[in-house]
């Protein structure tokens, strides 16, 4: 008797297939950040590598954000496509997600940057070998370790930074907020990453120059962690005054107040349905019915 392959396949799938809403959601945002990483911080490894000749900051600026957008494309769907733990504390903080996924997306996100950072690693590796003589250098003409993660100019200092970090990324909140906002002008669905990317690319146009507006923990600290490891040194958290801690701190103050000044400013002002219902309503004058009814 010949085996069913049919029924086998259908039996090898039902044990890949998760059952758990919340590891679904975990591996999402995994894979989401993965995209994001190897994509993102590969138009600047290009950049960086060619010296020039194949991109710059507008090819840096418009990848990095087509990026963002590929990956919610992915994401979006099972987690929301948030690969950004600054995004999953506000949505916890204004009540848009549970709190107890926060450490599992913050966890998912935060290994799929590393691992990202490690593939884009491998990608380029002899090209990073040859760029300086097979230095691993983290400040200079010759800096690598900004392939991978965030460094200030010469000139900011750590408070300056430190704003940067909150306004950009506040900034960021306030349009997210803005495009799922039922009640607002909205986004065609399906054109939200987008959006969304568009948005980047507007941000880090404007506001990227003082550090390269990470806007995102995760983005900036799994990729530095892994160029520590890599052979860059633990010189990466020293780098910029210790800056290291500013895109992981900073983004997550301008995420509470991006998503607070949305909701003060727009969201609780809109209409309530019930109101809104009952100021449609005739009044009991039936004068006034019979005039609404004519006009």
Not at 157 to 162: D, K, M
């Amino acid at each position: 008797m010949q085996p069913d392959k049919g029924h086998k396949g259908k039996n090898l799938k039902q044990k890949l297939v998760l059952k758990s809403s919340l590891a679904k959601e975990t591996l999402s945002e995994f894979l989401g950040t993965f995209i994001m990483i190897v994509l993102g911080c590969g138009s600047v490894a290009q950049a960086i590598l060619s010296r020039g000749h194949f991109g710059g900051i507008v090819t840096i600026n418009v990848a990095f954000a087509m990026a963002v957008a590929m990956a919610i494309y992915v994401s979006g769907g099972v987690s929301g496509g948030h690969i950004n733990p600054a995004v999953s504390f506000a949505l916890c903080l204004f009540g848009r997600m549970k709190w107890f996924k926060l450490p599992f997306y913050v966890g998912a996100q935060f290994l799929g940057a590393f691992a990202g950072a490690a593939t884009l690693f491998g990608i380029y590796y002899d090209g990073l070998m040859s760029f300086a003589g097979g230095k691993l250098l983290i400040v200079g003409e010759n800096a690598t370790a900004l392939i991978f993660a965030t460094y200030p100019a010469p000139y900011l200092s750590l408070t300056n930074a430190f704003a940067d970090q909150v306004v950009a990324t506040m900034f960021l909140l306030i349009i997210v907020f803005a495009i799922f906002d039922s009640k607002n002008l909205g986004v065609p669905k399906g054109l939200e990453p987008i959006v969304i990317g568009l948005m980047i690319v507007v941000i880090s146009s404007s506001l990227g120059l003082n550090s390269g507006c990470a806007m995102n923990p995760a983005r900036d600290l799994g990729p530095r962690l892994f160029t520590a490891l890599a052979g860059w040194g633990f010189g990466v958290f020293t780098a910029g005054n210790n800056f290291w801690w500013i895109p992981v701190v900073g983004p997550l103050v301008g995420a509470a107040f991006g998503g607070l000044m949305y909701v003060l400013l727009i969201e609780i002002h809109h209409p309530d349905p019930d109101q809104v219902f009952e100021a449609e309503q005739p009044e009991d004058n039936p004068e006034k019915y019979e005039l609404s009814v004519i006009m």
